[in-house]
Structure formats: C-alpha cells, structure tokens
C-alpha cells in the first residue's frame, strides 16, 4: 500500500466536508474489495449490477465539444433547478449518505426514514481506542459520491489506494477501479469524473477512463477536494499553493484554473436555475458569487453573529439559495442579500441536502463524538422546523459525509 506522500491536515471546512472537524481521510490499494458487513434495516433486497473492468487511456485530442456484496453510487444528472432531474418512469427519487468504512444508507421518503445501511466494517468505531478512519482505503473524503446515467458512484481512499464503486440501489455496490486515491467524484450528463490522482473521466459507466485535458498539475493544488453544482465541477486546492480553485464545464474532460479564487470562499457551492454560482467561506458568514460562468468571484458577508460558522453545504431549493449556521436558516435569490430565520428543533452540523422531488430537506450529523448511538438525522418540509429521526427510522454509525440525490427502481423500496 502507498503511504501519504505528506503530512495532511484538512481545515473543517472544506467541499462538502467543512462540517467535518476531523483531519483528512484514507484509501487502499487492493483488486476487490472484502466482503462488507451488512446492517439492513429493511426485508426489501435489491439485485445486484454488473461491473467491467476499467481501462485509463490517455487524453484525447481537444475537440468542441444490488443485499449481499454491495457496490457504487452516483450524484444525479445536473439540471437548471435544481441538480436533479424529473424521476424516470418506474424509478423514485432516493437519497444516498456515504461516509467512512465505505457505509452507505439510502431513503426513498426524502429522509423521513433511512434503509440499507451497510458498511465495509460494522465492528470497527471510528476515533474510539485509538481507531483512525481518516486514513484508510475506506475513508471518504470531498466530494465522495455523485449520480449519473442510473447509477451511484462513490470513492473512497485517502493516503491510501482505494476503490471506486457503483451501484444502481444504493446497497449493493461493485468495484469497477481501484489503484489510486484522492478528493472525490463528479459528474455532469452521464459522463463521470474522478479526482484521483491521474484526474480522469468516463462515459460508459466507469468501464474506461481517459486523462482530463489541463495545463497543470494537480499536484500543483495540493490534493484538491471535489464539489458540484448543475452544470459545474470544482476542484478546491489548499491555500498553500498558487493555484487554489480549477472549474470544469464539461463534466471533468478538461479544466481550468480560476485566477483569484481562494481556498477560503470554497467550502461548498450551489447554482441559481439563473446560472448565478455561490459558494460558503470557511469563515464566519462569508460567501461568494459569480454571474459570469465561475470566471469571477466577488465576496460578501451574509452575517456577523460570532462564532456561527456554517455547518452544512450550501443549498438550492430552486428559487433560494439556502444555508445553516447558529440555529439559523439563510436564505437568498441573489447570492448578495441573505434574511435570517430562526430554526425549530435546528439540525447538528453535517451533510446536508434539498431533494426538489419530495421537496426535503434532510442533514444527518456529523459531529465530533458524536456518532453510532449519539448520530441524529433530522428532516424538514421547509428548512425551518425540523423532526429528528427516531431510531427505527434513523440507524447511528460511522462518520457519514455526503448526500447525494439519484434514483432508483420502485422495487428497491418497501
């Protein structure tokens, strides 16, 4: 296994991992993942899906342009408003948590209730006896899952080689590449992108992969981190290097840099069905925003109130923009002008997301000491008043990062 080339400190606030007070994560360097440990809270048992064995081919010439051994997930194909698209016909719209020990839970209510939890290791408890989930095959770091063309895809790994995987059900998972590590997945359309080291794309399901086109090197931003909006992939750096942010719009085949962007506006981003881009800072009520395709940026104070940093990613609910912080609910149209609300029974920090379908809003916590029996999820109808799961509807585990929104066969769900 390849060791961490240096020593990594992430800040607590970074792509869809700001929330996350811990250091960095893990990955492993192995051809199949172990058989993982399964805690299904439900009779329902998906089927599982196939998965090729991938090939990485160099970058091409520019031109225009299911119970048993679980598997991959995807982030939903990027639409105006907001990133997911109209249900296909005999599917749901379902959300998928990912997190540390490769864990996954799916909800097909809108996070009313969470089913299929699983995880590669269901005995081990992170940070408990000396126990680092932050640098393992299975850890997950930055921009984790994302969905496209039916399917979730996740990637684990930090400092060590780790997997990508794929599911079309959200619990039962297949390797389809493994060898690598580094800050996530996006995608755009059908077409996948991942953040590991080669920094390379798919558009067949992850079968092949072929080498982003880009004029440096990503060791040139320090292990960046991975965030998405509709139509946008971001690549957010460490405030170490000169280049700190690089943009894609056209699903990871090639990038640019951002001249300007810090490393401190980028903690998380979302996008107007306008085409208006905003980003939170990783300092108390700061935001940014671009109008002009994420060329760029111009900051702003959305509020003052002292030591209330944001504690979950930025949302969009497809006419505000969306944030948390100190029992607040933000809002705004314009990525400028943000109206404080206060919150009922206000959410812990941690994942969070709108699913424009069931018109939810759903955070599970991620707190430090605060997992397994203490990890809360809380679900909301408007982002003001929220219920906390009980546990029949909510199961406590490992350390989960990300939300991502997706689809899957009615038959998936009881």
């Not at 029974?345 to 599970?364: D, E, F, L, M």
């Not at 799961?389 to 991502?404: A, D, E, N």
Request: neutral net charge.
């Amino acid at each position: 296994m390849r060791r961490l080339k240096k020593a990594i400190i992430i800040v607590s606030f970074l792509p869809f991992l700001f929330f996350f007070t811990n250091c960095s994560s893990g990955g492993f360097d192995v051809a199949s993942i172990e058989q993982p440990s399964t805690e299904n809270s439900s009779g329902a048992t998906p089927n599982p899906s196939p998965s090729p064995s991938p090939t990485v081919s160099p970058s091409p010439s520019p031109s225009p342009s299911p119970s048993p051994s679980p598997t991959v997930s995807p982030s939903p194909s990027p639409s105006p408003s907001p990133t997911v698209p109209p249900v296909t016909s005999g599917k749901v719209s379902a959300m998928l948590a990912v997190g540390h020990q490769a864990r996954t839970t799916l909800s097909c209510d809108g996070g009313r209730s969470w089913i299929y939890d699983r995880s590669d290791n269901a005995t081990v408890r992170c940070y408990e006896n000396n126990v680092d989930c932050d640098h393992t095959p299975v850890s997950a770091m930055g921009g984790v899952a994302t969905f496209a063309n039916g399917y979730f895809y996740t990637q684990y790994g930090w400092g060590y080689d780790g997997t990508i995987r794929r599911s079309a059900d959200g619990y039962n998972w297949q390797t389809i590449r493994t060898g690598d590590w580094a800050g996530g997945l996006g995608s755009n359309g059908n077409r996948v992108f991942s953040l590991w080291n080669d920094w390379t794309y798919s558009n067949d399901n992850g079968a092949t992969w072929v080498k982003s086109t880009k004029s440096f090197s990503e060791w040139d931003m320090n292990l960046p981190l991975m965030s998405q909006t509709a139509t946008k992939l971001f690549a957010v750096g460490r405030d170490d290097k000169s280049i700190q942010m690089a943009m894609s719009s056209d699903g990871g085949m090639s990038w640019a840099t951002v001249p300007g962007f810090q490393t401190a506006w980028g903690a998380s981003f979302a996008e107007s069905s306008s085409g208006i881009l905003v980003s939170l800072g990783t300092t108390v009520g700061l935001v940014a925003r671009s109008t002009d395709g994420g060329k760029n940026w111009t900051t702003h104070q959305a509020h003052s109130v002292a030591n209330a940093t944001w504690s979950s990613p930025l949302l969009y609910n497809g006419t505000q923009f969306v944030a948390f912080a100190g029992g607040k609910k933000y809002t705004s149209t314009d990525g400028i002008t943000w109206a404080p609300t206060t919150m009922v029974n206000a959410p812990g920090a941690g994942p969070a997301a709108y699913n424009p379908v069931t018109k939810t809003y759903s955070v599970i916590q991620n707190e430090w000491n605060n997992y397994y029996a203490k990890q809360k999820a809380w679900v909301s109808t408007d982002g003001t008043t929220w219920t906390v799961l009980s546990s029949t509807q909510f199961k406590g585990g490992h350390p989960l990062i990300r939300i991502v929104i997706g689809e899957v066969d009615k038959s998936v769900c009881p």
